[in-house]
């Protein structure tokens, strides 16, 4: 059973429009990130949050927006979606400390057209 | 140079087999580690961690770390057709943050 959940999980929209992915974990965790993968091709951090109203931008440039308002939710915004978007996009959470993983949400494939 | 680098593979054992997956890191502050696996098409999933020298053993899988050389494996034994999936080395550095390795495709052959 997901303890961290992502929706949607298929979305195909026009160029231009805006979009919200929605992330949101019950286990309580502090940290949230968000990742873009592309078929076969290896993770890239995009955003991540280590606890409310804090945002950071990770190691791959991105034209999408976070917020952290509350603890268990993790937006991601795309004001104009653009064709270079079409990914897929992971959000994971994880307890502090070093002992612990990521716990990844099933993701949401984007397509843009 | 990558924080996080995984033999290239792709890898392909008949069933039955030992997969044997590498990992090395360049952080040397790095203190634990993670494996995770990758169906096509699906999210990664935890399957091991490991933070001391030496071996971890879960069921059909053993971590294996060595800091001193900055190494880090995995050996899946009695290999599946199951098993087949990309298999992902992270390490945890001390901004918290996982820095994932490009991954490792293994195929088992029925």
């Known amino acids: 059973e997901a303890d961290i959940y992502q929706t949607p999980r298929y979305l195909v929209i026009g160029t231009g429009k805006k979009i919200t992915l929605e992330c949101s974990q019950t286990?309580?965790?502090?940290?949230m990130y968000w990742y873009q993968q592309d078929p076969g091709m290896e993770l890239h951090l995009i955003h991540y949050?280590?606890?409310?109203?804090?945002?950071e931008k990770g190691d791959l440039s991105s034209e999408s927006t976070v917020s952290r308002i509350r603890t268990e939710h993790f937006p991601l915004t795309l004001e104009s979606a653009r064709p270079s978007h079409t990914s897929q996009y992971l959000c994971?959470?994880?307890?502090?400390?070093?002992?612990?993983?990521?716990?990844f949400g099933s993701g949401t494939r984007l397509t843009v057209v | 140079q990558k924080e996080v680098e995984q033999n290239s593979g792709p890898l392909s054992v008949p069933e039955g087999a030992i997969a044997s997956l590498n990992c090395t890191y360049s952080?040397?502050?790095?203190?634990?580690f993670f494996w995770y696996r990758q169906y096509s098409g699906k999210s990664p999933e935890l399957i091991m961690s490991i933070y001391s020298n030496g071996d971890k053993e879960d069921g059909r899988f053993t971590a294996q770390l060595n800091k001193a050389s900055q190494y880090v494996s995995l050996l899946i034994r009695d290999s599946q057709p199951s098993d087949s999936a990309t298999y992902l080395c992270a390490a945890r550095s001390n901004d918290y943050k996982l820095s994932f390795g490009a991954g490792t495709t293994v195929t088992v052959r029925a």
């Open positions: 994971a959470s994880s307890e502090s400390g070093d002992l612990y993983g990521y716990t």
């Open positions: 952080d040397r502050g790095s203190q634990s």
């Open positions: 949050s280590y606890g409310v109203n804090s945002t």
């Open positions: 286990m309580g965790h502090d940290k």
